[in-house]
């Protein structure tokens, strides 16, 4: 029996309407990364563990995609168990009989001698190791832009995929506000000309690390962002219940919760800055988004800036401002894009003191908004073909394929029906399920003239015309 095809959980095909649609994101995300002097990079789609691994915190170390090792990568395992053994205890232990000993497995131990490379799970690592190897030829700051494939093993639902597309823009080696404040303007200016109204959230994790001092729980400083991060998906009660787990008493978590609300005082700033006013971070985080603030009132965006101290953003990388963006319609409730300050990243890497700052746009999610809104422009089809030359028989075969290089010399996409047939329904049909609006049909007179028979597919009309003529219609 021959196999059922299948795809993996979390990966989907695209047609080809949903590709032009996705590349009508991409081009528009593009141009303005362009506008604001970003440069394109690319990075590989794997990279070594030790890459990757420690810089998501604990949950997303979880989700990284391992790449199993070539060659025998058990024997690798298996010398490495037996090191140190007698001979006895080693014959016990070796395969082939490795089942004997699979359940005595660490498996932190042993992941080196099985997998040392893994699919990256975002752009903004890859870009920290790149600017890293590359230290000498790159101009700080440096602002690259980076449209590419992450995976993450992830449960896929609706919006969470394990293959998925991020689009990031970056500025690394430079401490100064006015980049947060252009990248959210990239934000507005993005979401504007896609016609999608979103809320863009901004937060500084200063002020999170400050709560944590102002609850005396320092220790518990991640935990609790984690926590805060899952608020949209499991609501205040759900994150109590996690703060009871991590080990944080009745008091502390009503004054997390309290922080929390802050976001809906008529001034969240001043009422973060009085709750903290005794923290040293805390203040500081309170400038810098007043001096965000004030930035953004000059570069006048149009969709909504809010502040919200809910907001926490889960990598553990983040060390200031933070901001994600939510559609302000339909029923998607899920972030569409996000992103924030990185004090140290390179520092991992052997190039401590370099402050990088970016975004990122998740383009699988905002198509997924934009498709339930109705928002993609009607013109976008599955085929850029705008004429079909349609004949009969081999010598009008000949003239339509003549005809058909003079349209493509001038930039028409324009396509020759493939069979010679005497149908001519059957070449329109072909035509209509393509939505090529134009029929170019050649017949004896044709053939021996400079005249075209010219159909419109869409209303039915149809006229003589010379190939000048038709040029003209189709490039207008």
């Known amino acids: 029996m021959a196999q059922k095809p299948s795809l993996p959980q979390g990966t989907r095909d695209f047609g080809p309407l949903v590709v032009q ?267 810098e988004l007043l001096q965000l603030q004030k930035f953004l009132n000059h570069l006048e965006p149009v969709n909504t800036i809010q502040f919200d101290f809910t907001l926490a953003r889960g990598l553990s990388y983040y060390t200031g401002a933070i901001v994600e963006v939510q559609a302000n319609v339909g029923s998607f409730k899920s972030s569409i894009g996000g992103g924030g300050r990185y004090d140290n990243l390179t520092g991992i890497f052997g190039m401590p003191g370099i402050s990088g700052v970016g975004v990122s746009f998740g383009l699988d999610r905002i198509y997924d908004v934009m498709e339930e809104q109705g928002l993609f422009p009607t013109y976008l089809k599955p085929n850029t073909t705008k004429i079909l030359f349609c004949y009969f028989d081999e010598a009008t075969q000949m003239k339509a394929v003549s005809l058909c290089a003079q349209l493509r010399k001038n930039d028409i996409s324009a396509e020759v029906y493939p069979e010679i047939t005497k149908k001519i329904g059957k070449q329109f049909e072909y035509a209509n399920k393509l939505q090529i609006n134009f029929a170019c049909i050649i017949g004896e007179t044709e053939l021996n003239s400079n005249t075209l028979q010219v159909k419109n597919l869409e209303s039915g009309e149809q006229q003589p015309m010379e190939i000048e003529t038709l040029i003209k219609l189709l490039q207008s």
Request: charged letters at 25%; one cysteine or more; glycine letters at 6%.
């Open 21 to 287: 649609r996705r590349k009508y994101i991409l081009q528009i995300i593009e141009s303005v990364f362009k506008k604001y002097g970003f440069m394109p990079i690319e990075t590989p789609a794997m990279e070594q563990l030790s890459t990757l691994s420690g810089k998501y915190g604990e949950e997303g170390d979880q989700l990284l995609y391992k790449i199993l090792n070539t060659g025998d990568y058990l024997k690798k395992l298996s010398a490495f168990q037996t090191q140190g053994m007698e001979q006895e205890e080693m014959d016990k232990t070796l395969l082939p009989s490795f089942d004997n000993s699979i359940e005595n497995l660490d498996a932190k131990r042993s992941l080196p001698y099985i997998a040392e490379k893994g699919l990256r799970y975002d752009l903004t690592v890859p870009f920290a190791r790149y600017v890293t190897m590359n230290r000498n030829s790159i101009t700080l700051p440096f602002k690259r832009y980076q449209m590419q494939t992450v995976w993450r093993a992830d449960k896929p639902q609706k919006g969470r995929y394990r293959e998925f597309w991020q689009c990031d823009a970056d500025v690394i080696g430079s401490d100064s506000l006015l980049n947060e404040a252009e990248l959210i303007k990239m934000y507005d200016e993005v979401f504007a000309q896609l016609n999608l109204s979103v809320i863009i959230k901004v937060n500084n994790r200063k002020l999170l690390s400050a709560l944590a001092t102002y609850i005396k729980a320092e220790q518990h400083f991640t935990a609790i962002t984690v926590a805060i991060d899952k608020l949209d998906k499991i609501g205040l009660s759900g994150v109590s219940d996690i703060l009871v787990q991590t080990g944080l008493n009745s008091e502390q978590i009503e004054q997390i919760i309290k922080f929390l609300n802050l976001g809906k005082e008529e001034n969240p700033i001043a009422a973060a800055a009085e709750m903290l006013e005794y923290i040293q971070e805390g203040n500081l985080g309170i400038l």
